[in-house]
């Protein structure tokens, strides 16, 4: 920076002296006459002078500009070489306001760094938890088959519905585990078509209450008619989901579906009477793995399947908690069909 300064100073002199001369040609201001000397030493003692103080200014502030520059970048540099080495906590931290691009930077390493480790410990707390939800089923398994064929068991049709049950809440932890993944990486497939979601909820009912009414809940349904394009299994999967959700975790209460339609948004809701999510869990609720405060037998993939589900529409799902009531809603970016001219 110091030599551009150098080269910036050399240039602007000839440049002004290039300018003088072309004007004094062109006559535009009456030129010094012959017996005059027009250069004398004080005039090249003065124009050093300047180009001198002028220097030792441009080398002083590109200095300074120089230091406020590399030393961010140079701190990022090096805090990127400690990450690829297998520092994920590694951040750069620097004494003294940045500003600008500088500060922008350094904003945006840190914030990469920080979802880099915390997707680095994601992966571990998923082979973790995938290990330990397919640990306990597949124990059952290999025990009541080996009790099985040693004679400890009889293979009755009581045996075979449990070993049947086993073997489907393990499609459905794959198949939850499988959504979720492809979901993150933008793979999700969604098979769209048209259709009425009231409808569509009004023909689950009877599977809802299958689930809710045992448990001593009831089913209300709220439902504005209207035809969308969307996935109507991948969205029966995210009701099914959240109503499932309510009956492990609120007391026995009044569980409502509810939708509408704003502009083109579909909104799904599902609301209950129960306790509610802790506030420290309110931030992560959605996350994979994550489980309420009282077990009760899930696989803490449920509301993460969900929020796939919605993002993959182009939407997001949110909780609220308003007086005593729990609200769960779904936001789909879709297309509304009119179908009044039909």
């Not at 017996?35 to 090249?44: F, G, K, P, S």
């Not at 951040?91 to 945006?108: I, P, Q, S, Y």
């Not at 004679?151 to 198949?175: H, W």
């Not at 409502?256 to 869990?281: C, E, H, W, Y």
């Amino acid at each position: 920076m110091a030599a551009l300064s150098v080269l910036m100073i050399a240039v602007s002199t000839a440049a002004f002296y290039l300018v003088y001369s072309v004007l004094e040609r062109w006559r535009f201001f009456t030129p010094v006459p012959a017996e005059h000397v027009d250069t004398t030493r004080l005039d090249i003692g003065i124009t050093l002078v300047v180009c001198l103080v002028g220097l030792i200014i441009a080398v002083a502030v590109a200095s300074w500009l120089a230091r406020r520059i590399i030393r961010p970048v140079s701190a990022v540099g090096d805090a990127a070489r400690r990450i690829a080495q297998g520092d994920l906590a590694s951040r750069v931290n620097l004494a003294g306001a940045l500003h600008g691009e500088t500060a922008a930077l350094v904003d945006d390493f840190n914030a990469m760094a920080h979802r880099l480790q915390r997707m680095a410990e994601d992966v571990s707390i998923w082979n973790a938890q995938i290990a330990h939800e397919l640990r306990t089923p597949l124990t059952i398994l290999q025990g009541r088959l080996q009790g099985a064929k040693d004679g400890v068991f009889k293979l009755d049709d009581a045996l075979v519905d449990g070993l049947l049950g086993q073997v489907v809440g393990l499609t459905r932890l794959v198949e939850d585990l499988r959504s979720v993944s492809l979901a993150d990486s933008g793979r999700l497939d969604l098979s769209m078509s048209d259709f009425d979601l009231s409808a569509e909820i009004k023909g689950m009912a009877p599977a809802l209450r299958s689930i809710l009414e045992p448990a001593g809940f009831s089913l209300v349904l709220d439902l504005e008619p209207g035809v969308i394009h969307a996935d109507s299994g991948r969205i029966r999967q995210a009701i099914l989901a959240l109503v499932e959700n309510a009956r492990r975790h609120a007391h026995p209460c009044e569980v409502r579906v509810a939708n509408r339609f704003i502009n083109n948004q579909a909104l799904i809701s599902v609301t209950d009477k129960g306790p509610g999510v802790p506030p420290a869990m309110e931030q992560d609720v959605f996350r994979q793995f994550v489980r309420g405060p009282q077990p009760n037998g899930g696989s803490g993939l449920g509301l993460a399947v969900v929020r796939s589900i919605a993002r993959a529409h182009g939407g997001n799902v949110r909780y609220q908690r308003e007086n005593s009531t729990s609200i769960f809603e779904i936001d789909l970016v879709v297309t509304l069909i009119d179908t009044s001219s039909h």
